[in-house]
């Protein structure tokens, strides 16, 4: 079956059109609650959301439609992703959804769906799920007596702070640390402070203000920007940025430099290591991970296993192979000592933890590998896919060649947009830029030809 709803990483699109209408979430309502009622027991849904302003809107589809599959559910508010993950395995709970783009500006929304182990859904779930929303439910829906109840959970972000704060290492304070934490206006906009706070840190904060309308707006981790220029001018030890639903985080150290996914990935595979807690031997990364992390893991006795991109990849492996840290150059950290999915805050502790114990500044103990070169662009086409293209192929080829020993490339279509992601790296930038520039001028050529 070609999927029409489920992405990468759930549902996802435009605020009240298409997949993110009123009518389609309450279809998806019924067609997971159907698929996840078994057995005669009372079920139920954990929902959670960012601060979007759509959220309500189609939270209230949601409900509806789980109410009228049969499943009772429990509202817990505004709370980041890997909030909902944790409570759907603390409440033993049928199915925990998360209504949230991450990133994306406001006038998007999506819906991610947990199954009742706290990790997202595989793909054969979702497709089952996709086929009862294009099926006719009528006959299956509850009967009066058997519809839904709905409460709310009024403990929910303290459980999740509890949790957060269990991941320090007793005994440990921030007490001390003068820390800018930006929550981009989004769903961790009261739990990250009071986490922090509560820990001892001296919070300066920022995009905790949410409107329904400035999640992500020119702040956040896609936005590091805004923080560098904070932790500069409050002359912090170090800045902290979440995305919209705070299941990735950057860090920026004293000097108004970023520390990215690579570098904090690094950071805790080395503590981890150290202090025999890392499991699997090394960590699990994406393809798109830096080659300088790669070397640097090697140096500790480490391993890097690649996946590919998309954090629920990496958690696949992560469960596969017996690790217990992995994550992505973008910020998704997935402890699994911890939680099933990425959790920004979470990851941002295990960093502050390091910096507290070596008692040296943000810049000193976050750089652990100079990373090599790389560049990335897209290329948007037309028609078929360009890398089946003889010509492409055969650029390909030599790019690999001009590479081999000091770099890589990589090529990949996009999985929500007609792009191809052309991205090499190595020792030679300039060899590193010449080769990607070629490359995409050869799909440029294919696309407008076909």
Known sequence: MKRRL????????????????????????????????????????????????????????????FLS???DVTFVGPLPTPAIAMLTRSLRADLGVMISASHNPFEDNGIKFFGPDGFKLSDEVEDAIEALVNSDLSGRLATPAAIG???????????????????????????????????????????????????????????????????????????????CAKVVAHRADLGIALDGDADR??????????????????LIARAWGRDGRLKGGGVVATV?????????????????????????????RMRTGGYNVGGEQSGHMILSDYGTTGDGLIAALQVLSVIVEQGRPASEVCRLFQPLPQVLKNVRFTGPSPLRADSVRAQVRLAETELAGQGRLLLRESGTEPLVRVMAEGEDRALVESV???????????????
Request: aromatic share 4%.
């Open 69 to 71: 599959a049969g499943m």
């Open 6 to 65: 489920f992405g990468t990483d759930g549902v996802r699109g435009t605020a009240n059109k298409g997949s993110m209408s009123v009518e389609t979430a309450m279809r998806l309502g019924q067609a997971a609650g159907l698929h996840f009622i078994r057995g005669n027991h009372r079920h139920r849904v954990v929902i959670g959301k960012d601060t979007r302003l759509s959220g309500y809107m189609i939270e209230s589809a949601l409900v509806s439609g």
């Open 436 to 450: 990607v520039d070629r490359l995409c001028e050869t799909i440029e050529h294919v696309s407008q030809a076909a």
């Open 249 to 266: 985080v950057m860090i920026c150290d004293e000097r108004g430099q970023i520390v990215d996914g690579d570098q904090i990935l690094a």
């Open 288 to 316: 798109m991970s830096n080659l300088g992390l790669e070397r640097f893991l090697e140096g500790e006795g480490l391993r890097l296993e690649r996946t590919a991109v998309g954090d629920r990849y990496v958690a696949e």
């Open 149 to 227: 109840r709905a409460s709310r959970l009024n403990d929910a972000a303290g459980r999740y702070i509890e949790s957060a704060k269990s991941s320090f290492p007793r005994g440990r304070r921030l007490d001390g640390l003068k820390i800018v934490l930006d929550c981009a206006h989004g769903a961790a906009y009261r739990v990250a402070p009071t986490a922090l706070w509560e820990l001892g840190a001296d919070l300066h904060r920022i995009g905790t203000s949410p409107d329904g309308l400035n999640i992500n707006r020119e702040c956040g981790s896609t936005v590091p920007q805004t923080l």
